[in-house]
């Protein structure tokens, strides 16, 4: 430290500060930053001459069987509109290295939207990238992988996965089915509670699902529920339902929320830690769940279903017998991670660290054998959703959300402090920047771009966090299926339902979380959040 | 027929032409990414080299662009240095030829003398000087566009008013000892320039060898404080090489004037009483001064220069009370906010 500050200014003219610089996107400043840039133009331009060239050349050659155009475009375009991003970015007064990561997150998102590879590797290529550059150091730029995520996500798989090859979900819901009236309905609700009990325990909608996913493929094969049904697809879309909607419900439901609230000034974070999170949703949360039953039954019509065949689930119970010693530690590991994850607050044990020693219980008993562990974690989701924490730990080292904030300013200065109208906004910038980003990133970013707006229009904070919440789980695109639908689509379970009438009920229930926004207004005015 | 133009061999050519560019582009920003080279006077182990390294590397933690630094030692300033100073230089200008650095750092007079002013008016590198002694004009600096930096003023009048303030109501003497190098010739020559009054200089002496070194304390003994310019590894008569440290603690114990450092470590080494340049300040600023230069955008064209009089206190409480001194409570706070209070 020093201990007097005398240094002396000896010659030299003013230097401009940052602020006195007029951030903010012209024309003539995106002109002048294309000039400048022209070797990488000409760079592209002569790749594209090249490819033409050949393939003309090549005509035939045999290699003219065709491909989607879609795919032909994708390339193209992976190819001209990152750099076309950075020179934007650049000329939009983003520092150059905000500028150029954007440029990459373009090409990963075209690389996801054009689904011109597997879902992990675009975000591979964006770290590897900025790793090469340089734009971060490894420890921030490879976190994702040495985070505790890593063990949840290890320890979640690892006992879902032992879950069903033990057989231990196929005997649960098979003494469910007999137990419970044979009515769908009820198989619906089964599914949708168990994942809004989970839902406040396991902030992570995919760890949800990952343990929802066997008792759904039980069910649907103890109920003989035909494929591509709309029973079968209405019981995918009630176990969905279950992992996501009480997402924004409750602070614990999220990552991103836990993450969002320490963005709040101190007394708010107080106040929203724990139940009256829950209190300030509960229009939303009631709201979301009553459109959920009330639409369920409508795009998925349960129309004549065979009767349950008790008597030989009954036969294959008895054929079963006693609980063997695989299934015993499954739900000994079951038991111990919900009951671990409940009292966290206790015993300040993170859930990942549980999940940690849920693997090696697994491990260590050999109940979770080397092929096993092998074939049946899905590491490609693994490394995906990684991946993803990668690119946001390096999102937020670049300070690029803080950058967008900067660049937007004033722009929102029509709110005028009406709700409505902020609620819209916080719809249209969600969406927007989930456009490009998955789920958490993208709640988190448009949380730190509405924040300040939230703060000058005189609107509660936690508002503001809420909306982001709820509409970051909105999803049109196969690529924003971080939310959960890209675990569906990776597990293979549209292979037995119908993609397209799921996808309807998604589209449904978007609407219905813009709606319950909006009905939750006059009761945020009751609770003089307003 | 017509054939189709999304083919096969037009989506191969495509995901070539991606990685091409992906390759060529990261390869091309990876080789045109502004450089830095930082070149140390001293040698890697020397303690203010050392803390000037960690400031540098505290303030790059901070910066987010992109930038290439490596780093290169003079090793010279002591007496014991293996390395010539023909052979130093000479190594350092290719360091400098293969790196083609935008920025070039030079820390303390030796690099700026023997090296960094060599490249004074040439488009690259640009010179950022740090903790010289002598005025910029002296190196040629004055004029040249692409010269900046960090000029040292020692902290003389912090040290003539303790002085004045451990010793109150009488005239004080002092006696200056230092090292037979650039550095503490100039820090002498910027001594010497100084108003002292009341405090009178006695005697002065840059020394080469420990027995030098030893004598000249022993010759001190009639002045009130020893000011200490700064230590290092000094050979003896045997041939053998004292440390800094073993003569900066042998210069607390036997020393019959007060000893003063103007070198951190001189405290650290077990000393009594420091005030001295911060090399991790400095490291900080420079740091960020070479970020600001390379910044054309937000501050386009050479930050300014400064002069820099800022300075730590450090001190070692045991060997001062020995003595009997009582320090005024503001320099043990700054020592202890400063993290530089021993007991």
Request: proline share 7%; net charge neutral.
């Amino acid at each position: 430290m020093t201990w007097l500050d005398s240094a002396t200014l000896v010659r030299g003219p003013a230097v401009p500060q940052p602020s006195d610089l007029s951030p903010g996107f012209t024309d003539a400043r995106f002109v002048d930053v294309l000039i400048s840039h022209w070797p990488v133009f000409a760079l592209l331009a002569a790749i594209l001459v090249t490819a033409a060239g050949t393939a003309r050349w090549r005509r035939g050659s045999g290699r003219g069987e065709p491909v989607p155009v879609r795919d032909v475009a994708g390339w193209a375009a992976v190819l001209i509109l990152p750099p076309l991003v950075y020179v934007f970015a650049l000329a939009s007064g983003l520092s150059v290295q905000a500028s150029i990561f954007a440029a990459l997150l373009g090409a990963t998102v075209l690389l996801w939207v054009f689904s011109l590879v597997a879902e992990f590797v675009p975000a591979l290529v964006a770290v590897v990238a900025t790793l090469v550059i340089g734009l971060a150091p490894p420890d921030i730029a490879l976190a994702g992988f040495s985070s505790p995520s890593l063990l949840l996500l290890l320890g979640v798989y690892a006992l879902s996965a032992v879950i069903i090859s033990s057989g231990l979900s196929y005997r649960l819901i098979t003494r469910l089915l007999l137990r419970l009236p044979d009515k769908p309905v009820w198989h619906q609700i089964t599914l949708l509670g168990s994942g809004y009990v989970l839902s406040p325990l396991m902030p992570s909608a995919n760890a949800r699902l990952s343990l929802l996913t066997p008792v759904f493929k039980d069910m649907a094969a103890g109920l003989n529920l035909p494929a591509r049904g709309p029973a079968i697809t209405g019981l995918l879309a009630a176990m969905f339902g279950g992992a996501l909607l009480f997402s924004p419900m409750m602070v614990t439901s999220k990552s991103s929320n836990i993450a969002a609230l320490s963005l709040l000034p101190q007394q708010v974070q107080f106040e929203f830690a724990g139940f009256f999170w829950l209190v300030a949703a509960a229009v939303a949360a009631i709201g979301v769940t009553m459109v959920h039953l009330l639409v369920l039954p409508r795009i998925f019509p349960p129309g004549a279903q065979p009767p349950l065949p008790r008597e030989h689930m009954q036969h294959r119970l008895a054929d079963m017998g006693p609980l063997k010693p695989a299934e015993w530690i499954a739900a000994g590991g079951f038991i111990f991670f919900l009951l671990g994850s409940a009292t966290t607050g206790w015993h300040h044990v993170k859930p990942s660290y549980l999940a940690g020693c849920v693997l090696l219980a697994l491990l260590l008993t050999g109940t979770l054998l080397r092929k096993g562990f092998q074939r049946e974690l899905d590491w490609p989701m693994i490394v995906f959703l990684l991946g993803i924490d990668s690119l946001m730990r390096i999102m937020n080292h670049l300070g690029l959300a803080q950058s967008l904030a900067r660049v937007v300013g004033h722009v929102f200065d029509f709110v005028d402090g009406r709700i409505g109208v902020f609620i819209l906004i916080t719809l249209v910038v969600t969406l927007a920047v989930r456009l490009v980003l998955p789920v958490t990133a993208g709640m988190l970013t448009a949380v730190i771009i509405l924040l300040p707006v939230a703060a000058a229009q005189g609107i509660h904070p936690w508002i503001c966090v809420f909306c982001a919440a709820v509409f970051s789980d909105i999803s049109f695109f196969r690529h924003q299926g971080t939310n959960g639908i890209m675990q569906i689509r990776a597990a293979g379970l549209f292979e037995e339902t119908d993609e397209q009438s799921f996808l309807r009920y998604n589209m449904v229930m978007n609407a219905a979380r813009v709606a319950v926004v909006f009905a939750s207004i006059p009761w945020w005015g009751w609770l003089e959040l307003l | 027929m017509r054939k189709p133009v999304a083919t096969k061999l037009v989506k191969n050519l495509l995901i070539g032409g991606f990685i091409v560019a992906f390759v060529v582009l990261l390869g091309v920003f990876n080789v045109t990414k502004p450089r830095i080279l930082v070149l140390h006077s001293a040698a890697p182990d020397s303690p203010w080299v050392q803390q000037v390294d960690r400031g540098m590397r505290e303030a790059l933690k901070q910066n987010r662009r992109p930038v290439s630094v490596e780093w290169n030692y003079l090793g010279l300033g002591s007496p014991t240095a293996t390395r010539s100073t023909e052979e130093a230089r000479a190594q350092a200008r290719r360091a400098i030829e293969q790196m083609n650095p935008d920025v070039l750092i030079a820390v303390d007079d030796e690099a700026n003398s023997l090296v960094a002013r060599d490249y004074i008016g040439r488009e690259t590198p640009r010179i950022l000087y740090l903790s010289i002694d002598r005025t910029p004009a002296e190196f040629g600096y004055a004029d040249a566009a692409n010269a900046t930096g960090i000029a040292e003023r020692m902290p003389w009048a912090a040290v003539r008013d303790a002085v004045t303030d451990l010793f109150p109501g009488r005239s004080t003497t002092m006696a200056v000892v230092g090292i037979d190098n650039e550095t503490d010739r100039a820090e002498l020559a910027q001594l010497q320039a100084f108003d002292w009054g009341p405090v009178t200089v006695e005697t002065t002496a840059l020394v080469a060898t420990a027995g030098a070194w030893r004598d000249f304390v022993g010759r001190s003994a009639g002045a009130d404080v020893l000011l200490v310019l700064g230590a290092q590894d000094l050979p003896d008569e045997d041939g053998a090489v004292v440390t800094a440290a073993e003569l900066n603690r042998w210069t607390q114990d036997n020393a019959r004037p007060l000893p003063i450092g103007v070198q951190g470590d001189f405290v650290a080494d077990g000393g009594g009483l420091s005030l001295s340049p911060p090399p991790d300040d400095y490291g900080q600023r420079a740091i960020r001064l070479a970020l600001d230069w390379l910044d054309d955008r937000a501050t386009p064209g050479p930050p300014s220069p400064v002069e820099s009089s800022h300075f730590d206190v450090a001190v070692r409480q045991a060997p001062l009370a020995q003595r009997g001194i009582v320090l005024p409570p503001i320099y043990i706070e700054a020592a202890r906010s400063n993290g530089t209070l021993f007991p």
